[in-house]
């Protein structure tokens, strides 16, 4: 069975400030894939990252930073520099490798004060 | 915008009542997925189609259906409905891959359904 832990249920930063979201997975596959979404207060799932199990070279999106370390089967989101429409709700995903069918954590309500 | 378009945006009904939901897939996506996004269950996968047939199924309940049309959108019906019922409902359509599997899938900006 899959399971994706947010332990973080709600942060609060203030603008500018670096913040990362946590992301602890579960899974008996081989291969998989990881996601993290964003669900601003609009209530719509916007996608922001996919990482195979192969490939744990670390990305950067901007502002935007993901951490994967299969050793300690963490997929973590960094934001440099946070600002107010970063706030939403953040959430990670996990799919097994043969199809998208993810099972998504909890999430992360993340609060950026002006 | 994802461009996956989900209809209605927001939907009232009654206890007891049957409603339909509505997704169109982005342009040359072959599969759909319903989710449903409750405050006590979060983030549940019901069900894909793929192409018009059912491909998996997940935490969905006898009293809710999906089917696929030939032209690839995709209903949700909810029957029989409970207050529990109340969420948030998206669809997702998949984008292919390499291989067979759909290795991401992009979400429409859900039906909110109060059931009241």
């Known amino acids: 069975a899959q399971k994706v832990t947010q332990a973080q249920t709600e942060i609060s930063v203030v603008e500018k400030e670096d913040v990362t979201l946590d992301c602890v997975y579960e899974t008996r596959d081989t291969t998989y894939y990881l996601f993290w979404y964003k669900q601003p207060p609009s209530g719509e799932l916007v996608f922001l990252i996919r990482r195979n199990s192969f490939d744990e070279q670390n990305e950067i999106s901007g502002r935007y930073s993901w951490n994967f370390q299969k050793s300690t089967s963490s997929f973590n989101f960094t934001i440099t520099a946070s600002q107010v429409v970063d706030s939403a709700v953040y959430f990670c995903a996990l799919s097994p490798g043969g199809s998208y069918i993810p099972t998504f954590g909890r999430g992360t309500s993340l609060i950026v004060h002006p | ?116």
């Open chain 2, 1 to 116: 915008d994802s461009g996956v378009t989900q209809t209605p945006k927001h939907l009232i009904t009654a206890t007891g009542q049957r409603v339909t939901l509505r997704c169109s897939p982005r342009s040359g996506d072959l599969s759909v997925y319903w989710y449903q996004q409750s405050l006590d269950q979060g983030l549940q996968f019901l069900i894909q189609y793929y192409n018009g047939e059912e491909r998996a199924k997940g935490n969905i309940l006898e009293r809710f259906s999906a089917q696929q049309f030939p032209d690839l959108h995709s209903e949700l019906n909810l029957s029989s409905l409970e207050l529990g019922d109340s969420a948030l409902y998206f669809c997702a359509s998949g984008r292919k891959g390499r291989g067979l599997s759909d290795t991401e899938a992009f979400f429409g900006q859900g039906t909110r359904l109060t059931v009241v």
